[in-house]
Nanobody, 125 residues
Framework: QVRLVESGGGLVQTGGSLRVSCAAS????????IGWFRQAPGKDREFVCGISRSGVMVFCTDSVKGRFTISRDNTKNTVDLQMSNLKPDDTAAYYCAAAPPGPQIGRSPEEYDYWGQGTQVTISS
């Protein structure tokens, strides 16, 4: 069992920055790839960024490339998502999730076994 807890959400203005963090505990969390997803009201949960268990491989969806950066510290069992130049369309609940390692970073929620409870990010225009 892997337990994930997100933190760092909040309200920021358009163009601002925010960092959300995911703290992992339980089974050897460094064995898991971690993904960040988001879900806005009335929309499907969508992949944002993911990072391999070593941190060497990262991938972000096109809409956030150049604005969001994902990183992990396996000594602290944390994965951060640094978000900059935020836009109203980034408003959503943000979730971190853990997936068994594979050849690629999973981009579908079905590929992830464990989920956090989410943290709300709201961008005001």
């Amino acid at each position: 069992q892997v337990r994930l807890v997100e933190s760092g959400g909040g309200l920021v203005q358009t163009g601002g920055s925010l960092r959300v963090s995911c703290a992992a505990s339980g089974r050897t969390t460094s064995n898991y790839a971690i993904g960040w997803f988001r879900q806005a009201p009335g929309k499907d949960r969508e992949f944002v960024c993911g990072i391999s268990r070593s941190g060497v491989m990262v991938f972000c969806t096109d809409s956030v490339k150049g604005r969001f950066t994902i990183s992990r510290d396996n000594t602290k069992n944390t994965v951060d998502l640094q978000m900059s130049n935020l836009k109203p369309d980034d408003t959503a609940a943000y979730y971190c999730a853990a997936a068994p390692p594979g050849p690629q970073i999973g981009r579908s929620p079905e590929e992830y076994d464990y989920w956090g409870q989410g943290t709300q990010v709201t961008i005001s225009s």
